[in-house]
Structures are given as C-alpha cells and as structure tokens.
C-alpha cells in the first residue's frame, strides 16, 4: 500500500535500495527514536513521514 501511514521492511527497503535485513535495522532504530520522544510504535514498521524526514529530510506539513 502506497499511501499507508506505515511501512514495512520491503518497503523500506525498495524505496532506499538496501536489503530487507538492513531495512529492519534501520526500522527498529528509528522506532526507539521515537519511543524515547514518547510515541507508540509497531515492531516491524515505521511511520512513513518519520521516514522520510529522517532520511532525506522532508518535512511532511
């Protein structure tokens, strides 16, 4: 699903062109990042927005 709100790791991993292993790693990292601001998180999934401001800095307003 394109337009959900989270994906998972072989979504991450085709949008940044690495393995799925290195897309869960990436997931569970940026998942404790916003654990540790307070947010609820899906193990295995990361927030789509969150994604894409930490990775290419896009802000999603």
């Known amino acids: 699903m394109?337009?959900?709100l989270f994906m998972n790791?072989?979504?991450v991993a085709d949008l940044l062109g690495t393995s799925k292993a290195y897309a869960y790693k990436l997931i569970q990292k940026l998942n404790e990042e916003l654990a540790k601001e307070g947010y609820i998180t899906?193990?295995?999934?990361?927030?789509?927005s969150f994604l894409k401001k930490r990775i290419y800095g896009e802000d999603q307003r």
């Open 2 to 4: 394109k337009n959900s």
């Open 42 to 48: 899906i193990q295995g999934k990361v927030n789509r």
């Open 9 to 11: 790791a072989q979504e």
